[in-house]
Every structure is written in structure tokens, then in C-alpha cells.
């Protein structure tokens, strides 16, 4: 079965763009989750999809969004970028999320850095 | 203060030895407590969780949880190089996880 997959894999912006990032989940799974990890904050909840919806978000300014496509790829947006969205940027998979022991799969991240 | 806090190390031991990584968290309601592993360059994968007080042993690791005194503790024997990684602690809370910066090991050959 194939893992969670982000592509792509580094991506280098200026700062004021805009940058989208994919993330394929494993087959099966309906529920995305997106983080960032940065040296200082490590890592941070972004928000979750689940059945195209968004179900919980964490405490990012509206320049990071997000969607959730019906076959349950997501994809990230972050508009304006500022220096300090230099970080990686990580998808995770699971079933339902909806329990507290379930197990999240994690991809190997976006490398995102802003120049 | 963060919700849950780890030393950064770096820690750094012979291989054989017996690690012990901690994790400190400030909210009661925390029920479960994953445990991630975290190599360079890629993303985090689960090693274990428990839930209440009390040890989880999986092979080499063991969990330990000590509610009263909001204190989570892994423990790594016969440790190996391959045992070099990041060790995240991560209670989840209302549908996301909550991570502490986590401890780098390394595990000298």
C-alpha cells in the first residue's frame, strides 16, 4: 500500500507570492491533516478535511487554507507569503479521525522556503 | 507555557544504553499519549501510545504515564544507531495532535 505522498518535495517563493502544496493520502483514508514544523514552534496543527469538509482548524492567520477534493486529496494554499512561513510543511492521513487512538500517517513533507 | 514541553537535547549515547526521553503537559484532559518517531527528512510515524497511568512495553520501548503528575516517559533499551531520530511526544485533543519539539537521540555506534 502506498504511503502519503506530498509532492512538491522542496519549493523556493519570494516573499508575496502565493504557493499551493498536494498531498495524496493513503488509499482508503478520509481524513487530511496538515502541520507545520518549524525549529522554533515545532509542530503546529493547521486544519483537517474530512468528506470534503473542513472539520477543525488550528490557529493560522486566513493566508493558509486549504481544500479536500472528493477522491480525499488535499491540497494547501498560503497567499502572500511572508518570511516566516519558511518551514515544512507535512500531510497526514487516517481513516476517520475520529477517535482518539487512531493512528496518523504522515508524508515526508514540503520544504517550503521564502526568500 | 506550551501544552506540552520536552527537553531539545541533542542526547547522545553509546549503543547499548538505556535512553530515557520525557515529556511534561499542562492539560488534564489529555487521555491518550502517542509517541512519535521522527528521522531526518522525512515525517513523523507513530512508535506507540497509551492511555492512563501506568507502562506499555513493545520490545525495546516502554511507555510510562504518571498522571498525577502530568509526566510521560519512553524508554529505549539495548538503544541502537538506527534509534537516531527525533522523539516527539503528541497528546491528542479535540481531533488534532499536540506536540512537544521534541528530543533528538543519537545513538553512537
Known amino acids: 500500500k502506498a504511503g502519503v505522498t506530498q509532492t512538491p518535495r522542496y519549493l523556493i517563493k519570494t516573499r508575496g507570492q502565493q504557493v499551493t502544496l498536494s498531498c495524496s493520502p493513503i488509499s482508503g483514508h478520509r481524513s487530511v491533516s496538515w502541520y507545520q514544523q518549524t525549529p522554533g514552534q515545532g509542530l503546529q496543527f493547521l486544519f483537517e478535511y474530512f468528506s470534503e469538509t473542513q472539520r477543525n482548524k488550528g490557529n493560522f492567520p486566513g493566508r493558509f487554507s486549504g481544500r479536500q477534493f472528493s477522491n480525499s486529496r488535499s491540497e494547501m494554499n498560503v497567499s502572500t507569503l511572508e518570511l516566516g512561513d519558511s518551514a515544512l510543511y507535512l500531510c497526514a492521513s487516517s481513516l476517520y479521525m475520529d477517535r482518539d487512538n487512531e493512528k496518523l500517517f504522515f508524508g515526508s513533507g514540503t520544504q517550503l522556503s521564502v526568500l | 507555557q506550551k501544552e506540552v514541553e520536552q527537553d531539545p537535547g541533542p542526547l547522545s549515547v553509546p549503543e547499548g544504553a538505556i535512553v530515557s526521553l520525557n515529556c511534561t503537559y499542562s492539560?488534564?484532559?489529555?487521555?491518550?499519549f502517542m509517541w512519535y518517531r521522527q528521522y531526518s527528512r522525512k515525517g513523523p510515524e507513530l512508535l506507540m501510545y497509551?492511555?492512563?497511568?501506568g507502562n506499555k512495553e513493545d520490545g525495546r520501548f516502554t511507555a510510562q504515564v504518571d498522571k498525577s503528575s502530568k509526566y510521560i516517559s519512553l524508554f529505549i533499551r539495548d538503544s541502537q544507531p538506527s534509534d537516531s531520530a527525533t522523539y516527539l511526544c503528541?497528546?491528542?485533543?479535540?481531533?488534532?495532535?499536540?506536540f512537544g519539539k521534541g528530543t533528538k537521540l543519537s545513538v553512537k555506534p
Open positions: 492539560n488534564s484532559a489529555f487521555q491518550y
Open positions: 503528541a497528546p491528542p485533543y479535540v481531533g488534532n495532535l499536540i
Open positions: 497509551t492511555y492512563s497511568s
